[in-house]
């Protein structure tokens, strides 16, 4: 049974400073891994994906991978009230799998 | 931006009808998924659908659920005889080739038994 943790919060964080978001997960056949941002009522909208070990970043966000220890973290830098939403992490084993999902960590930025 | 499309945004049905919820993925896409998400809970996988035929599905998906590509454009998702716990948020998603790219998901489709 595959699952992904994760923390529900709720995450908070001042405006302008990192929030860092994190997420085990129990199968190690997984492949690639995905951050999705869910605002209430909404769909889940990718933010990015990693499937190497280390350090991945687009613009202010970086996602980290650490495959030994089953661990994938989401930093956001300067962070903004419009960064507050649900924050959805998921993996998939390739092939035709879809996603397994954690919960969501729901992160409030204070402005 | 390409987008997938979900029709309706939302439906309403009583308990033992059946409902067809509606998907246009990307067009360039060749992997087609239904996913759901009861309200509260986390997002749920049902089915992916590959080559015209269904590639993977949970154990959500059972006899109630199918699946069907009719037209070449549309994918839909059919729930027959609806009971109360299939209320829920009904989400279309579409990937390309190379699925490591990550899934694009449809505005979805509200689902209410009553």
């Known amino acids: 049974q595959k699952e992904v943790e994760q923390n529900s919060g709720p995450l908070s964080v001042p405006e302008g400073a990192i929030a860092s978001l994190n997420c085990t997960y129990s199968?190690?056949?997984?492949?690639?891994f995905f951050w999705y941002r869910q605002y209430s009522g909404k769909s889940p909208e990718l933010i990015m994906f990693?499937?190497?070990?280390g350090d991945k970043e687009d613009g202010r966000f970086t996602a980290q991978l650490n495959k030994a220890s089953q661990y994938v973290s989401l930093l956001i830098r300067d962070s903004q009230p419009s960064d507050s939403a649900t924050y959805l992490c998921?993996?998939?084993?390739?092939?035709?799998?879809?996603?397994?999902f954690g919960k969501g960590t729901h992160l409030i930025i204070q402005p | 931006e390409p987008e997938v499309t979900q029709t309706p945004s939302h439906q309403v049905t009583q308990m033992g009808q059946e409902v067809i919820l509606r998907c246009v993925p990307i067009?360039?896409?060749?992997?087609f998924y239904w996913y759901r998400q009861i309200l509260g809970q986390k997002v749920e996988f049902l089915v992916s659908?590959?080559?015209?035929?269904?590639?993977?599905k949970s154990e959500i998906f059972d006899d109630q659920f199918s699946v069907e590509r009719p037209d070449g454009s549309n994918f839909t998702l059919k729930i027959r005889s609806t009971k109360l716990e299939d209320s829920a948020m009904y989400f279309c998603?579409?990937?390309?080739?190379?699925?490591?790219?990550?899934?694009?998901f449809g505005s979805g489709t509200r689902l209410t038994v009553v």
């Open positions: 990693i499937y190497s070990n």
């Open positions: 998603a579409s990937s390309p080739v190379d699925r490591g790219l990550g899934y694009t």
């Open positions: 659908f590959y080559n015209n035929e269904i590639s993977e």
């Open positions: 067009s360039n896409h060749l992997y």
């Open positions: 199968d190690r056949g997984s492949q690639s």
């Open positions: 998921a993996q998939s084993g390739g092939g035709a799998d879809g996603l397994t």
